[in-house]
């Protein structure tokens, strides 16, 4: 089960093949194989990126399955 990596919510929909939404906290997330993105939902609809807040450089995380 995948939680979020910002509140811990198991609270998470899918969007998309690889992408998520946390109804926690409500930011988006991507998944691409070991790796994920978090992005917030601008009030245009656009994304920002979080990864930074989250992520030291480009972090493996093997714990996360988008099955």
Request: hydrophobic share 35%.
């Amino acid at each position: 089960m995948m939680r979020c990596p910002n509140c811990n919510s198991k609270d998470i929909g899918k969007i998309g093949s690889h992408q998520f939404y946390c109804w926690g906290c409500f930011i988006e997330l991507t998944v691409s194989g070991d790796k994920m993105s978090v992005y917030q939902v601008e009030e245009d609809g656009t994304l920002s990126s979080l990864d930074d807040l989250f992520f030291e450089d480009d972090v493996d995380m093997p714990e996360v399955h988008a099955n």
